[in-house]
Structure formats: structure tokens, C-alpha cells
């Protein structure tokens, strides 16, 4: 049996919130560690984390110049994932679908793998997770920080339901010229399942990818203890309510605080509620996904905020999906789903 990766190897937490402090380019290689090498970047509107581990698949050292080319691949990788996806890069095929391409013949593999993800998801989880939001998503800018009429949101999710899309082998169709897709709430996991797929392909033997709030693991099976992620306190961006261990798979988080305006004292947050067309109040202010595949992990991410505790708990017991969930309530109370054992979840309390 091989080792254990040593404790120390992540042994500084690793707050979702935290860890993005330098930005460095990727021509560079990362902090040294006798462990690990840490590559950041920004792509796919966020800050990533690569972290690397040094001994390769067979014990060996592996060299800087090697962990740099893997990380370069990373970074390709992410590049054609955002050339597909991205709703705001023109050249993208969601681009195109978005704004007057209403048939796309031969559209791209990802594209439709990621279209049928997203539509299973959206049903295993009662429409609460809805990659069809588009129309209404984009009324709720943060950066044009504007509140929407009612008559324009209520406007807007007229364009929404999967109905509005056909996909038939390799050509979408859409039914509804103003419907838009918005994959920014699958997207990162999406992108994380991506690398972690390449990278098992690789020497390295072990390693980490975080992408804005969503982080997976690869390589050998680690002790909790090793991959040690902060979940932040919803009201105190340098504060934790506590650690999630991940032995496997990735955690997503979903939080009010992520992207949003005030306007008058209102909080007017990213995360939608598909039936109101405004941003859910279901009394969550955020909540963390472990599940085994990033997709799922992202996109409940975004479902279970907009369910909230009890709803997320009936999805829970029905099954369909395999989660774990972490919630933190308005009340600042910490809710966890039944699987969540003391292993993988260590509380903070608000004064330690
Ligand atoms: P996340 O931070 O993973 O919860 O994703 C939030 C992003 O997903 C938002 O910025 C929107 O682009 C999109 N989004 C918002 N509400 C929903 C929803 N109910 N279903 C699917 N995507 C959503
Ligand atoms: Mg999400």
C-alpha cells in the first residue's frame, strides 16, 4: 500500500476565500514547497489554484519544468472550456446561441454533453437549478447594479423552461429566440472535473484545482485531514464557520456574499430563484456541496441555495443525487446533511 500524503501537505487551510491572495502568472512556477508546487492564474472570470504535487506517479521528483507544462495544458484546457461556454466571450458557441443563432448544426461535443448534464440536473432538482435563466439572470448585473421592474423579470421568465430548447443529436434548436443559457452555475465544476480528468492522466501523483468556490481532488485517496477547505463566514470575509476535509471528489459553495449590489439597505444577490425570477430568500446564506462529480457538486451548489434547508433535505432522502451538504442559515446556524460525519466537517466556533 502506498503512503499517506504527510498531513503537513495542506496543512494551511485552504479558505475558498482566502487562498486567492497573490496572483501570479502562470510563466512562473508557483511557492516553492518541498511538496507541492502552487500554480495561480485567472481564467473563466475567476481565480484558479493548481496545486501540484512534486513526487510523481512512480516516486520519482517530478521537475519544475514538467509541473509547468501541466499546468500550461490546465490552462488550454480551461481556454477551450471558456471558448465554448463563456456567456460573454463573442467567439463562444453560448455567445452565439445567446444573442440570434437559433440552430446550431454540429454543435460542439462539450457543448451538448454539458447541455444534457445540465437538463438531467435541472430536473433531478425540480427546476431549482435552471440553465436557461439567461434572460432573467442578465437583469441582475452586479455590475450594472440597477433593481429590474417586476414587469421585466416577470418578461424575462417567459423565456425560460427547457422546453424552450430541442437538442437532437448533435443540432440545438431553439424554440424561443429570446431564451439564453447561462452556465455559470455548472461551468466551474464543470471545468474542475475537466482538469482532474487530464491531470490523472499525467505523472503527477496528487494534487488539488480550485476554481472560485469550487475545489476537487486527485490522486491517491488522502486522509481528511490533508485537504482542509475553509467555508467562509458569510458575514466576515477574513472569518470561517468552519473546515470541510475532502478525501475525494469536490466541494462547490453557493453564497449570497459571492456577487451582488445593495440598493437601499436590499441585498440583491446572483444565485435566482427560477420561480420568482428574483434572487432566492429561502433563508440560506450559503451552503457547500460535496459530491462526486463537479458538475453535480457545482450545480447543486447553486439548486440547494435556491431550495433551502428543508427542500435540499427532501432531495436528500429522495436520493437521486448523491450529496453532502453544509448549510449556514440567516440565523448564522450550521445545518448539515445526515452523511456529513466529524471527519469531514469541523465547526469554528464565532470566537476561536
Ligand atoms: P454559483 O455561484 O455556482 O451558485 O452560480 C451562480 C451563477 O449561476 C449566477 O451568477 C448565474 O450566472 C447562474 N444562476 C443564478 N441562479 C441560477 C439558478 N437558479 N440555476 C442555474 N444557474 C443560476
Ligand atoms: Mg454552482
Redesign the pocket.
Known amino acids: 500500500m502506498k503512503n499517506y500524503i504527510p498531513r503537513r501537505f495542506f496543512s494551511a487551510a485552504l479558505a475558498v476565500i482566502l487562498l486567492m491572495s497573490s496572483v501570479i502568472s502562470l510563466s512562473g512556477c508557483g511557492k516553492k514547497n518541498e511538496e507541492y508546487r502552487d500554480f495561480n492564474f485567472f481564467a473563466m472570470d475567476t481565480y484558479i489554484t493548481l496545486r501540484l504535487a512534486v513526487k510523481g506517479s512512480d516516486g520519482s521528483v517530478l521537475s519544475d519544468d514538467y509541473l509547468s507544462s501541466v499546468a500550461n495544458e490546465c490552462a488550454d484546457i480551461l481556454s477551450d472550456i471558456e471558448g465554448t461556454l463563456s456567456a460573454h466571450s463573442e467567439k463562444s458557441d453560448v455567445y452565439a446561441l445567446n444573442s440570434g443563432v437559433d440552430v446550431m448544426i454540429t454543435a460542439d461535443d462539450t457543448l451538448v454533453s454539458l447541455l444534457e448534464t445540465a437538463d438531467k440536473i435541472r430536473e433531478l432538482t425540480g427546476g ?4 436557461t ?1 439567461g434572460a432573467v ?1 442578465e437583469l441582475w448585473d452586479p455590475k450594472t447594479a440597477v433593481v429590474p421592474s417586476k414587469a421585466d423579470v416577470l418578461a424575462a421568465l417567459e423565456h425560460t423552461g427547457s422546453d424552450k430548447l430541442m437538442i437532437i443529436n448533435r443540432t440545438i434548436r431553439k424554440l424561443d429566440s429570446k431564451t439564453k443559457i ?1 452556465f ?3 461551468g ?1 465544476g464543470i471545468a474542475a472535473q475537466s482538469l482532474l480528468e487530464y491531470l490523472s492522466t499525467t505523472d503527477v501523483e496528487y494534487g488539488l484545482v480550485s476554481l472560485g ?1 469550487n475545489i476537487g481532488v486527485f490522486g491517491e485517496k488522502p486522509e481528511y485531514g490533508n485537504y482542509k477547505i475553509g467555508i467562509r463566514d458569510p458575514d466576515n470575509a477574513g472569518g470561517v464557520i468552519g473546515y470541510m476535509y475532502l478525501n475525494s471528489g469536490f466541494i ?1 459553495v ?1 453564497g449570497d456574499y ?2 451582488y449590489f445593495e440598493v437601499d439597505g436590499v441585498r440583491y444577490h ?5 420561480v420568482t425570477g428574483y434572487p ?1 430568500d429561502s433563508g440560506v446564506r450559503s451552503v457547500a456541496v460535496h459530491a462526486l462529480n463537479g458538475a453535480s457538486a ?2 447543486l ?3 440547494l ?2 431550495l433551502g434547508v428543508e427542500k435540499s433535505l427532501e432531495l436528500y432522502e429522495e436520493g437521486n443525487l448523491k450529496f453532502e451538504a453544509v448549510f449556514v442559515t440567516d440565523e448564522g446556524e450550521i445545518i448539515t446533511t445526515p452523511g456529513i460525519t466529524e471527519e469531514m466537517f469541523e465547526p469554528v466556533g464565532k470566537n476561536d
Do not use: M
Open positions: 431549482a437549478y435552471d440553465y435563466l439572470t447561462d455559470g452555475g455548472i466551474k468556490g462547490s453557493s459571492e456577487r446572483h444565485i435566482i430563484d427560477p432566492a457545482d450545480a451548489s447553486t439548486a441555495f435556491v
